[in-house]
């Protein structure tokens, strides 16, 4: 039986990670993109290949369009056409006012965040259309429930990205139900990652934020990871055009 291939940008850290590994150990082959950190997406890709799929890691920047269409192609390359995609890559910048952000940070974060989606989004389509092989095909796109927040003092930048995304995710759907191919998005809360120390710089954001999330506590990257797999899988079927919110209550 034909393994489903599943690419998964920003792959290497955090929810991407997780989904690599826990998308390996339920039957499908990976591409684990990564920006920067070689070593750390040997590791994803090789929990990958200990949970018994091919896996491969693939360099690119997720901001530029030339690595998109790259990455694309070597994935179907060395896996097969995809039947997958998770459109994860995203940075948030520095925490803090808007008022007192630098120009640098914000259009770093919509370069990655938006227009970087948009394009993944974009090649993801012409992957899966081309790869008309019956139902089955989707894409999950990962936003946060910062969207609906709004991240005030934190980052509303990054918050006015992923509303972008859901909207992304809404319009995308709609064009690509007449081909079989689902899109939806989960949309995370506070999560345990890398991202809060490397991204905006706060080390103990979760700690100080933990206490106002309804079920008192952050989510792991494995518990995002559940809800990537559902709705990348069968048993989402019907669904598409959703934006999971997976966020404890808030």
Same mark, same amino acid.
């Given at each position: 039986?034909? %393994?489903?291939? &599943?690419?998964?940008? *920003?792959? @290497? %850290?955090?929810?991407?990670?997780?989904?690599?590994?826990?998308? $390996?150990?339920?039957?499908?082959?990976?591409?684990?993109?990564?920006?920067?950190? !070689?070593?750390?997406?040997? +590791?994803? !890709?090789?929990?990958?290949? $200990?949970?018994?799929?091919? /896996?491969? $890691?693939?360099?690119?920047?997720?901001?530029?369009?030339?690595?998109?269409?790259?990455?694309?192609?070597?994935?179907? /390359?060395?896996? *097969?056409? &995809?039947?997958?995609?998770?459109?994860?890559?995203?940075? #948030?910048?520095?925490?803090?006012?808007?008022?007192?952000?630098?120009?640098?940070?914000?259009?770093?974060?919509?370069?990655?965040?938006?227009?970087?989606?948009?394009?993944?989004?974009?090649?993801?389509? %012409?992957?899966?259309?081309?790869?008309?092989?019956?139902?089955? %095909?989707?894409?999950?796109?990962?936003?946060?429930?910062?969207? +609906?927040?709004?991240?005030?003092?934190?980052?509303?930048?990054?918050?006015? @990205?992923?509303?972008?995304?859901?909207?992304? #995710?809404?319009?995308?759907?709609?064009?690509?139900?007449?081909?079989?191919? =689902?899109?939806?998005?989960?949309a995370p809360g506070i999560t345990e990652t +890398?991202?809060?120390?490397?991204?905006?710089? +706060?080390?103990?954001?979760?700690? =100080?934020?933990?206490?106002?999330?309804?079920?008192?506590?952050?989510?792991?990257?494995?518990?995002?990871?559940?809800?990537?797999?559902?709705?990348?899988?069968?048993?989402?079927?019907?669904?598409?055009?959703?934006?999971?919110?997976?966020?404890?209550?808030?």
């Amino acid at each position: 039986m034909t %393994r489903p291939v &599943l690419l998964v940008t *920003g792959g @290497s %850290r955090g929810i991407g990670a997780a989904t690599c590994i826990m998308a $390996a150990g339920r039957g499908y082959d990976v591409a684990v993109n990564y920006r920067n950190n !070689v070593k750390a997406a040997a +590791e994803v !890709v090789a929990a990958c290949e $200990a949970a018994g799929a091919k /896996a491969v $890691a693939l360099q690119g920047d997720m901001a530029d369009a030339d690595d998109i269409t790259r990455v694309f192609a070597e994935a179907k /390359a060395a896996l *097969g056409p &995809l039947t997958h995609v998770v459109n994860n890559a995203g940075i #948030t910048g520095r925490s803090g006012p808007l008022a007192e952000a630098e120009i640098a940070v914000i259009r770093e974060c919509i370069d990655v965040n938006v227009t970087g989606a948009i394009l993944v989004a974009r090649e993801a389509a %012409r992957a899966l259309i081309d790869n008309g092989g019956g139902e089955g %095909r989707a894409i999950v796109n990962i936003s946060s429930v910062a969207a +609906e927040l709004g991240s005030p003092g934190e980052y509303v930048w990054y918050a006015a @990205s992923k509303g972008a995304v859901d909207s992304l #995710t809404i319009g995308l759907a709609k064009e690509l139900a007449g081909h079989g191919i =689902r899109v939806n998005a989960v949309a995370p809360g506070i999560t345990e990652t +890398e991202i809060h120390a490397l991204s905006t710089g +706060e080390a103990g954001r979760v700690e =100080r934020l933990a206490p106002m999330i309804p079920l008192k506590r952050a989510a792991t990257a494995d518990e995002i990871a559940e809800s990537v797999l559902f709705l990348l899988s069968e048993a989402s079927r019907y669904t598409t055009g959703v934006i999971l919110k997976v966020a404890g209550g808030r």
